[in-house]
């Protein structure tokens, strides 16, 4: 499974991209108002690319389907990895259809059913992003919408690849790799849990006591 962190903060990026793991990165209006005030938007996004060299996606705002490829057009000349995030209404997908003709990958963003994965797929998304955390907040199982969308798309060998997303906790992460969602995008803060065990901890910590003990060195 690839993993993408959700974020635009790039200090967080350079960090968690630092350990090898990270193929992709997500952003988001909400999570770009954490970032106002760091410069430019055009700019940032050009150094998350660079930082990454993976998928980036950015979000159009533009509630018409012309208005949402301009701005896709215009998004996507600052770096060949941006990706285009149009929410899933009717506009965006009549803007999904119009970027496909243009080449422009789109993320279809805000999905929280099978069907809405499936007018994606069909209107040419390269990506779905359903929220799972979301669907869990409002007393529904997230997880089972994702598994519903993986076995559309298996039924009819759509290439459209799944994006775990709105990923609250480690437990989401394994949710998805055993469904088989494509990609998980997580926060840091879910990165940092994930590689956190304190048995790897005390096991350190007894190796390097006994190691002391040996007398020997490695440098
Ligand atoms: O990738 C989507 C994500 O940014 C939404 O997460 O936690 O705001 O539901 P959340």
Not at 66 to 86: C, D, F, P, T, Y
Not at 101 to 126: C, H, K, P
């Amino acid at each position: 499974m690839q993993l993408y962190l959700d974020t635009g903060n790039i200090d967080e990026i350079r960090e968690i991209a630092g350990w090898g793991v990270v193929d992709g990165v997500t952003t988001n209006p909400s999570l770009l108002a954490k970032e106002a005030g760091r410069g430019d938007y055009r700019a940032l996004l050009k150094e998350i690319c660079d930082v990454v060299k993976g998928p980036v996606s950015a979000e159009v705002t533009a509630e018409d389907a012309e208005g949402m490829l301009r701005q896709a057009k215009s998004l996507v000349n600052i770096s060949e990895h941006i990706v285009i995030k149009v929410p899933c209404i009717a506009e965006g997908l009549r803007a999904t259809a119009m970027m496909f003709e243009e080449g422009i990958r789109v993320n279809m963003t805000l999905v929280f059913s099978a069907l809405q994965a499936i007018l994606a797929a069909n209107a040419g998304a390269a990506y779905v992003s359903p929220f799972v955390g979301r669907l869990d907040d409002i007393g529904h199982e997230g997880v089972d919408e994702v598994e519903k969308i993986r076995a559309v798309y298996d039924n009819y060998d759509i290439d459209t690849q799944i994006i775990f997303a709105s990923t609250r906790h480690p437990e989401h992460a394994l949710q998805a790799a055993l469904i088989g969602a494509d990609i998980c995008t997580m926060p840091a803060k879910v990165f940092r849990q994930m590689v956190k065990h304190p048995l790897t901890d005390s096991g350190i910590k007894r190796f390097l006591d006994d190691w002391s003990k040996t007398g020997f060195s490695i440098d």
